[in-house]
């Protein structure tokens, strides 16, 4: 049996109404998991159009080395046409100088002031005249020879270009195509993530009255441990000094951990509702993972990403938007708590992005 488009899928999740006893946060994993697969639909996406980019790029390469050949061969005809015709004009003259004018009757040789001697002279001469004439005109011939012959090439080589052509246009349209598919499909998944995400949060406003999981309460009560940035590895941060918030399957270092879950409870008393979070810590396979699916610049290299130190985190529901109420009041309220909007990440670059820093 085959699998349910992704579209299928989104509208049955997001239609099917979801049992009584159904925990707030396994449904919210269910959603996370959706939006997840949506965004791989991208990659998938953008791969297929790399490569017929990629196609193109040959065909093009080989249209140009076809049009040289074909200019080549015609620069190499025009000359060999040029010097048939000059070896046709040597003959001409030739065979003017030697006979305009000329008088070979017997009579003529034997009255004349040269006499017998220089009729044979001249017979000589004409000998001489006609071998000359012959070879201008074999050379005039094998020039006439080449430049039929290179002709024929140069119609080859147009045929190549030609065919050349068509193949780089066909791959230009199949790229074209592709991209606009990726566009097309990019659109319908920013709907579709825009549903879930309002989906997460309503969600999340259901769960501001459900208490903590008990493993981030007793992180929270506890300090949830030490924790510092000397010598940890990016991506490989140790179990131990990864504690959980409130928001369910979401890490970050113990001290991290344990401002945002101060920053989440002023949260809480402004709105009502925990932060929004889609991201939190980062390992270093996730990392490679996303900077291989993600557009060039929109995730950092593998083993250098603040969130592969557990001290980052990209937030969701208003605060992922510069103009929102929500996420002034992070902007006024979060470096309280060591919490804070980058600079590089304002000016609306990435304005879901915080970061740890005390």
Known sequence: MGLLPLSVALLCTLSLAAPARAEPADELQALRVELATARSEVATLRD?????????????ERLEEATETRKAAD?????????????????????????KGADLSITRAWSGPEGPV??????A?????????????????????????????????????????????????DAEEAIEKQEERARELLEQQTDLEERRDEVLADTREVPRPEEAEEAHRSGCGEGGADGLENGRVPDAMLCPLPQTG????????????????????????????????R??????????????????????????????????????????VEHHWMLDHAPEYGWDNPEWARGGFEPWHWEYTP
């Open 118 to 123: 220089g009729l044979l002279e001249r017979g």
């Open 48 to 60: 297929k159009a790399t490569e017929k980019i990629g196609l193109y790029k040959e065909e093009s």
């Open 283 to 324: 390992p270093y396979h996730e990392q490679v993972r996303l900077f291989q699916e993600m557009l060039p610049g929109m995730a950092a290299r593998p083993g250098t990403s603040a969130h592969g130190l557990g001290v980052a985190v990209d937030l969701c529901g208003g605060v992922n938007e510069p103009e929102t």
């Open 250 to 281: 979401e890490t970050l270092r113990s001290d991290a951990a344990e401002a945002f879950i101060d920053l989440d409870d002023a949260y809480r008393s402004e709105f009502g509702r925990p932060v929004c979070v889609t991201d939190s810590y």
């Open 125 to 173: 001469y004409l000998t001489l005249l006609g071998e000359h004439r012959s070879a201008d005109l074999d050379r005039s011939e094998a020039a006439q020879v080449a430049a039929d012959t290179l002709a024929e090439a140069a119609g080859t080589a147009e045929d190549e270009q030609a065919e050349a052509t068509e193949a780089a246009d066909e791959a230009r349209e």
């Open 75 to 99: 620069r190499r005809s025009e000359t060999a046409v040029e010097r048939h015709e000059d070896r046709r004009l040597s003959t001409a003259r030739q065979a003017a100088g030697a006979y």
